[in-house]
């Protein structure tokens, strides 16, 4: 099983994340100023240098204003 920073599913994940933010119109900087974290923590979540755990992609679903079980349900098809 590859290492799950870089797996397809996880690609795919920062992939839908990044899409849904721009399509909402926000920058990273937004973003982290509504979740009260630096910009950098966004950069680096898209950039695939961290990983989120559960209570941050709840959070940041809820920033973006989509489904965590339809994001997850997408992903988990690859």
Known sequence: MPRSLRS?????LLKELVAARKNKGLTQSQVAEVLGRPQS??????????RLDVIEFLD???V???????LLAQVRRL
Do not use: M, N, S
């Open 8 to 12: 397809p599913r996880q690609l795919r």
């Open 41 to 50: 923590f966004v950069a680096k979540y898209e950039g695939g240098e961290r």
């Open 60 to 62: 940041l679903t809820e």
């Open 64 to 70: 973006l204003e989509i489904d965590p079980c339809e």
